[in-house]
C-alpha cells in the first residue's frame, strides 16, 4: 500500500504562484511514475503532470510554460511548482501514483484562483 498526502494549496491571486508537495509513504518500492491531476467542479478529473521514476516528464497543455513537476526521491515527495495561476486553474488537486499496475491517489488539495 501506498499513502499519498497533498499540501499547499489555498488561495492565491491571479498571476500568483503556489507549489504543491505530495509525500509518497508506505510500500514505496517500484513506484513507476507519479503525477498531479485536478477536477474542477462540475467537471471530470484531468492530467496536469506526471514524471516518470526516471524523471521524464509530460504536461497537460494548459500547464505547459507555467508548470513544473518534479520530484526529491531522498524525501519520496514529489511537486508541482505552478506559476501565473489563472482563475481556470481553480480546482482540487491530486496525487497519484502508479506501482506495479496499481494507482493510488491522494487525498486532494485545493486551490483556488481568484482576486
Known amino acids: 500500500q501506498v499513502q499519498l498526502v497533498e499540501s499547499g494549496g489555498g488561495l492565491v491571486q491571479p498571476g500568483g504562484s503556489l507549489r504543491l508537495s505530495c509525500a509518497a509513504s508506505g510500500s514505496i518500492f517500484s513506484i513507476s511514475s507519479m503525477g498531479w491531476y485536478r477536477q474542477a467542479p462540475g467537471k471530470q478529473r484531468e492530467l496536469v503532470a506526471i514524471i516518470s521514476s526516471g524523471g521524464d516528464t509530460n504536461y497537460a497543455d494548459s500547464a505547459k510554460g507555467r508548470f513544473t513537476i518534479y520530484r526529491d526521491n531522498a524525501k519520496n515527495t514529489v511537486y508541482l511548482q505552478m506559476l501565473s495561476l489563472k482563475p481556470e486553474d481553480t480546482a482540487v488537486y491530486y496525487c497519484?501514483?502508479?506501482?506495479?499496475?496499481?494507482?493510488?491517489w491522494g487525498q486532494g488539495t485545493q486551490v483556488t484562483v481568484s482576486s
Open positions: 497519484n501514483a502508479l506501482q506495479l499496475g496499481r494507482l493510488y
